[in-house]
Nanobody, 124 residues
Framework: QVQLGESGGGSVQDGGSLRLSCAAS????????MGWFRQAPGKEREFVAA???????AFADSVKGRFTMFRDNGKNTLYLQMNSLKPEDTAVYYC??????????????????WGQGTQVTVSS
């Protein structure tokens, strides 16, 4: 079982930036599809971004051009760089792992292991 832990959330002003980290407990985490989801109050969990074992990435339309993602295999860590943040980005952000290797799923049901979440709050 791969343990996941998110960090880096916080409160920023409209237009600010944050970098989220997802630390994995196993060195082989880079062989799995890894994703980011978010859940705002009263809403369903929403796909944000994901990357597969070959380095191919996908982003939700709502964050394209503002969010980037990169992986440091030496540190067993996946990063989500969030720029030009908007109040509508406010949510709990979750790191997730899929048992798949290539296909990037965009629904929560596509993922098998989840971190505890980290709060991101963007004020206007």
């Amino acid at each position: 079982q791969v343990q996941l832990g998110e960090s880096g959330g916080g409160s920023v002003q409209d237009g600010g930036s944050l970098r989220l980290s997802c630390a994995a407990s196993e060195r082989t985490f880079s062989t799995y599809v890894m994703g980011w989801f978010r859940q705002a109050p009263g809403k369903e969990r929403e796909f944000v971004a994901a990357i597969n074992s070959y380095g191919s990435a996908a982003f939700a339309d709502s964050v394209k051009g503002r969010f980037t993602m990169f992986r440091d295999n030496g540190k067993n860590t996946l990063y989500l760089q969030m720029n030009s943040l908007k109040p509508e980005d406010t949510a709990v952000y979750y790191c997730a792992l899929s048992k798949g290797r290539v296909r990037i799923g965009t629904t929560a049901l596509d993922y098998d292991n989840w971190g505890q979440g980290t709060q991101v709050t963007v004020s206007s």
